[in-house]
């Protein structure tokens, strides 16, 4: 019997042009990608401030429902105690949580209606909650045509987010705030 035979494969790797083709192919790709993550980035970004300025309104109307009449202010920081109030910030009982403290990503504008200082009247019927004035806040970035809107009824304390189709730069209309499916 013969012995078998012993291949010695040697595995040199990829040569110069192969590994030249290969990284020419990462870049192109990735570069075309680059735009549409800084979009979704952005988008993120919009969404979450959006998001967290229908949190404190939420969290302030249940405040007031818990412990009585409160009060909070919008700023590029986020809800915070209203200055010139004589009324308490609105804080849950329930979770601890502050309304206030939800703050806004800098490279995320706020243009919004409401009023210096916002107060939530209390009651124990969750029919009854509502607020001193509407008003309509609206978040947009750089890098994204997305617009979010978070209005405000006040007779009826609820709390809606939505797409903003207007101008940001002219006077904000809660007309231009429209239904999103995707939210």
């Known amino acids: 019997m013969s012995a078998p035979r012993q291949t010695t494969a040697r595995h040199r790797g990829l040569s110069l042009p192969e590994t030249v083709i290969t990284i020419s192919l990462i870049s192109v790709v990735t570069s075309l990608s680059a735009p549409s993550l800084y979009e979704t980035y952005m988008r993120q970004k919009v969404d979450s401030a959006s ?72 009651s124990k019927s969750q029919a009854d909650r509502s ?27 609820l709390v809606r987010l939505g797409s903003y189709e207007g101008n940001v730069n002219t006077s904000l209309s809660e007309a231009s705030c429209t239904a999103d499916r995707t939210l």
């Open 51 to 122: 998001r967290r300025i229908s949190q404190g309104l939420e969290r302030a109307l249940a405040a007031a429902e818990e412990d009585g009449d409160c009060s909070l202010s919008l700023s590029s920081a986020g809800w915070t105690a209203a200055g010139g109030s004589s009324l308490p910030l609105c804080v849950s009982r329930d979770t601890g949580v502050l309304a206030t403290g939800l703050g806004i990503a800098s490279d995320v504008q706020l243009r919004h209606t409401f009023p210096a200082a916002l107060t939530f009247y209390g």
């Open 131 to 157: 607020a001193s004035a509407a008003g309509m806040a609206v978040l947009s970035a750089q890098g994204t045509r997305l617009q979010r809107c978070v209005v405000l009824a006040p007779t009826l304390g």
